[in-house]
Structure formats: C-alpha cells, structure tokens
C-alpha cells in the first residue's frame, strides 16, 4: 500500500534549496532598495528645488538650500533635511562631471553651487550648479540647475549621463 505524500527528507532537501536561493536573492534586493533610495532622495531635492524657484517669484524675496554635505543634510527656510543613511553628496569611482558636459572629476563634496547653496531669486532667475549624490552602491544620479531655473535629473551609467 503506498502512501500519498512527502518524506521528511524530501521536505529538508525542497527548505534547503528555498534557503539558498533566499540566500542568493538577497543581495540583487539591497541593491533594488539602495536603488529606490537614491531615485527617491534624488526627487525630493528635485521638488524642493522646484518649491524653492516659484516660491521666490510668488512672495517677491529671497529664497536660498543650503547643501551640508559634512552632516550628510541640506537646510531650508524653516526646516533641515537629512539624506537617508545609504545616501550621500558625492559620486562614484570614474564619474565626470558636469552630465551636460562630462570632462573632468566633480567638486570633490559633491556640490557645484558657490558656497554650497542654491539662490533663487524674484525675477525667476537662480544660481546655476550640480548636486551629486551616490548611494553605497556607488550609483551616481545628479540634479543640475541652469540659470532660467530647468532642473534635470541624471544618472551616471556606462562611463555616461543619462
């Protein structure tokens, strides 16, 4: 008479197998969550620098970030903003700069903005410059602004920007 079913041994060889492809998966989803991170952070910035521009033409003033790359932060008017940890200002090994024209090794803090911070101004103008950021990972995206306030974001891949 045979019994319909698995053996212990058979259920301990499929959990063994299950467990090494977890195994093996693992790292491909901390580089997808690292990923997200960095796309993310990169949007955020994005925006605040959107707010920052239109804010400026709407009140008639000043408005200014101001990018903290030592304390892994950049502050604005009435709040500071601190990167997620796996995130940083700065780049990878072989990325140049800037995306629009890659010649040359970026500001070492990863911040091309006089004094590290981003005027913008009534008139709808602004300081123009780059932020780069790399996540552990090493990908390398980067925000540009020109000087008639376009932002675009960038992502170093292939020895190009994207």
Same mark, same amino acid.
């Given at each position: 008479m045979h019994q319909k079913g698995f053996t212990f041994l058979e259920l301990l060889v499929v959990l063994a197998i299950i467990g090494i492809l977890s195994v093996l998966a693992v790292p491909d989803l901390t580089a997808f969550s690292n990923r997200i991170h960095l796309e993310t952070t990169v949007r955020d910035i994005t925006s605040d620098l959107r707010e920052m521009k239109i804010k400026a033409m709407i009140e008639r003033d000043n408005f200014t /970030?101001?990018?903290?790359p030592e304390n892994n932060s950049y502050?604005?008017?009435?709040?500071?903003?601190?990167?997620?940890?796996? /995130?940083?200002?700065?780049?990878?090994?072989?990325?140049?700069?800037?995306?629009?024209?890659?010649?040359e090794t970026p500001?070492?803090?990863? /911040?091309?903005?006089?004094?590290?911070?981003?005027?913008f101004y009534p008139q709808g103008t602004n300081s123009m410059g780059t932020v780069y950021l790399v996540n552990n990972e090493t990908l390398t995206m980067a925000i540009t602004i020109s000087i008639t306030g376009r932002v675009r974001i960038w992502k170093?891949?292939?020895? /190009?920007w994207k």
């Open positions: /970030i101001s990018f903290d502050d604005l008017p009435g709040r500071k903003v601190y990167l997620p940890s796996q /995130i940083r200002f700065g780049f990878g090994p072989g990325v140049l700069g800037p995306p629009g024209n890659p010649i500001e070492e803090d990863g /911040i091309t903005f006089p004094s590290n911070k981003a005027n170093w891949g292939g020895g /190009i």
